[in-house]
T-cell receptor, first 115, second 113 residues
């Protein structure tokens, strides 16, 4: 079983501050996804990064995939109360020969942005 | 509206009483999967299905069964539920194994007494 270590587990910051969430593994993934989950709802995909070294931006959110495709980070600039939620990273493993596909999730980072 | 639906949303049952949680998607997706989410453990994959009649175990399949007789439905079956299966369950689907964006259902909160 592949493991994804996500840190920090909890993060409470003031509105306007910057933050970074990390997702690390010893395994190589086909791609890495970031989700956001609100209480009482299922996770919603924010972004997928596929290429080592890839950087994607989604408004104030910047996602980076490590060169070796084993790690990723999510950076939020000038956090807003609306950013509050559970952020999950997930590594995708696709084995064409075996015909299998699995998504391994980190344990999540619970972010609270205080007005 | 494109969506993944799960039923029931909430369920309280007793040990040993068989139950089924239904999952249906209206997006003609080939790939479907089931996850459970527990505090401190995150989301863990139970079973997945690459296509109709093709299913495989995820990381935590013990105590669960699935079937994929038609593309849109992927029920999760607990033949003899136990308290350690108390959890929040999510069904998800994606267009294919090559299209990795998964769409999650709203979740089913299960309590086994």
């Amino acid at each position: 079983t592949q493991l994804l270590e996500q840190s920090p587990q909890f993060l409470s910051i003031q509105e306007g501050e910057n933050l970074t969430v990390y997702c690390n593994s010893s395994s190589v993934f086909s791609s890495l996804q970031w989700y956001r989950q609100e209480p009482g709802e299922g996770p919603v995909l924010l972004v997928t990064v596929v290429t080592g070294g890839e950087v994607k931006k989604l408004k104030r959110l910047t996602f980076q995939f490590g060169d070796a495709r084993k790690d990723s980070s999510l950076h939020i600039t000038a956090a807003q109360p609306g950013d509050t939620g559970l952020y999950l990273c997930a590594g995708a493993s696709f084995t064409h020969r075996a015909g299998s596909y699995q998504l391994t999730f980190g344990k999540g980072t619970k972010l609270s942005v205080i007005p | 509206e494109a969506q993944v639906t799960q039923n029931p949303r909430y369920l309280i049952t007793v040990t040993g009483k068989k139950l089924t949680v239904t999952c249906s998607q209206n997006m003609n997706h080939e790939y479907m999967s089931w996850y459970r989410q527990d505090p401190g453990l995150g989301l863990r994959q139970i079973y997945y299905s690459m296509n109709v009649e093709v299913t495989d175990k995820g990381d935590v399949p013990e105590g669960y069964k699935v079937s994929r007789k038609e593309k849109r439905n992927f029920p999760l079956i607990l033949e003899s539920p136990s308290p350690n299966q108390t959890s929040l369950y999510f069904c998800a689907s994606s267009l294919s194994v090559y299209q990795e964006t998964q769409y999650f259902g709203p979740g089913t909160r299960l309590l086994v007494l």
